[in-house]
DNA sequence: GGATTCCGATACGGTTCCGTTCCGTATCGC
DNA sequence: GCGATACGGAACGGAACCGTATCGGAATCC
């Protein structure tokens, strides 16, 4: 069990002396926060008392390191959604269903931890703000790229309007993936190819 | 302010006697939760002091009346949405461009209380269920109602899957009217017709 | 070895909410 | 008028959680 030694927050504050602040148990507060949350604990009712039990850790540890549940959650929401994925460029066609393909198959725990977020994300400014930098922007610049190379290869039309197409390209998928809006959706196999062939036809030039 | 008679919850048991029920208080009551929602007071934070309170009641008074929290917002949520839109039956297009336009538009507190909701659904197949049959589906009933009408007469592809038809024209405009998925589908002002044309291409016989 | 800091654990006072119970008053059927 | 019930309001004991403080012990540097 290698304790890390952790990277000063202001970097001129050089911490050496006394024992160093357990990386392990860094680790253990952000996986609670998941855990819980994936368990069905909304955002808003996490306490911070259920939090240091499920880490095994005093509460004072946590306080430690951040101010308060916002200061946590917000580090867990950045470090749950890694960088966005890249598509390998096949083709316009291909690259999409690659896309789409691992919406919400990545990280089970990202999908039940969505639909929590979504209150905070809609009363908040700060949490929007947040949110559509660190997530769902960076995932639709790659998908408007892919798009933009078929406007240029001349598969799809010049003048097409490139937010609207990447939200109808993704919408059904989230919609599906995190809040099952509609269930009968289950039983399509093929959703990804479906919904791909029906707006590059509706797009093309 | 005329006080109407309540109607007994267990049909044989008549209570003529003594004062009726205020139905004013059963109004103030509901009208409380949506407008406690609506100011970002999350399902899961919503006290029954600050409902009372709100809605110039007793505690008691909403005590006599539901068990507890989750029957009142029951009765709350299914009261919120009236029954699903009809179109007018115009044009495969003008139909869907109608059903799409009212999307978060005829109640601006449904759109408020959409996504404080999701938690809820997302971890109760109770409340699931209930949103499934009160909300969502009866609406996409409308729609592949009117997408069925277009195969009839021979507009759209007759191998054409209506789950997934509804849910890319549903989608990208729940996923923005709703929780503003991307904030630059704000300047597009023919998102309803883009889509729906988009689609209708794709989708053509 | 000594100083320092972090560790998990526990306790604290304060706040909020729960669901119930009791007021004194108001409104109904008879 | 009288009995019955509902009303708004206030208070209750109990529970959960907040953020802080303090404990004895452990880890690290000098």
Redesign the pocket.
Same mark, same amino acid.
């Given at each position: 069990m290698t304790?890390l030694a952790e990277l000063p927050a202001v970097p001129g504050a050089a911490? /050496?002396?006394?024992?160093? +602040? #357990?990386s +392990? @148990?860094?680790e253990?507060i952000l996986e609670a926060v998941l855990d819980l949350i994936e368990e069905g604990t909304t955002v808003e @009712?996490? #306490?911070?008392?259920?939090i240091?039990a499920r880490a095994?850790?005093?509460?004072? /540890?946590i306080?430690? +390191?951040w101010a308060?549940?916002d200061e946590l959650l917000l580090e867990t929401l950045v470090k749950l959604k890694g960088p966005a994925p890249q598509p390998s460029g096949e083709s316009l066609r291909a690259d999409l269903i690659e896309l789409l393909s691992v919406v919400g198959k990545k990280d089970q725990r990202a999908v039940r931890v969505m639909p929590c977020l979504m209150p905070e994300v809609s009363r908040s400014p700060e949490a929007y703000r947040i949110w559509q930098e660190a997530i769902t922007e960076p995932r639709r610049e790659v998908m408007r790229e892919v798009l933009r190379r078929g406007v240029a290869s001349g598969e799809l039309r010049a003048d097409l309007d490139l937010e609207v197409t990447v939200s109808m390209l993704i919408s059904p998928l989230l919609l599906h993936r995190m809040v099952r809006w509609n269930p009968r959706l289950d039983e399509v196999d093929d959703l990804v190819a479906q919904v791909v062939d029906v707006v590059l036809r509706g797009v093309a030039a």
């Open positions: 304790e911490r /050496t002396q006394g024992r160093p +602040r #357990s +392990r @148990a860094h253990a @009712a996490l #306490s911070m008392e259920a240091a095994g850790v005093g509460k004072a /540890t306080y430690r +390191r308060g549940k």
